[in-house]
């Protein structure tokens, strides 16, 4: 069968609008993308540093601070 001429010119115009919106789409989902891999760039070196970070507490923690520790002034010239 034929198509009618309006209905083949609303199909042309509803296929257009089709391919607009999902071409903003793609745009949009690449963008998101990108800014989710820049997150996850961000949140494993911050996570990283934590690690770092949560290990010299614990060294500093464990450390023998009292004078009685012969180092104690090599690591009290190291945080001064």
């Known amino acids: 069968g034929k198509m009618s001429q309006n209905f083949h010119t609303s199909y042309v115009e509803t296929l257009g609008k ?5 071409c903003k789409l793609k745009e949009t989902s690449s963008f998101r993308m990108r800014h989710l891999q820049s997150l996850h760039k961000f949140v494993s070196r911050a996570t990283a540093e934590l690690i770092w970070l949560n290990e ?5 923690l464990a450390y023998d601070w009292s004078d009685n520790n012969p180092n104690i002034s090599a690591k009290r010239n190291y945080f001064s």
């Open 18 to 22: 089709l391919e607009t919106q999902y």
């Open 56 to 60: 010299k507490e614990e060294e500093e």
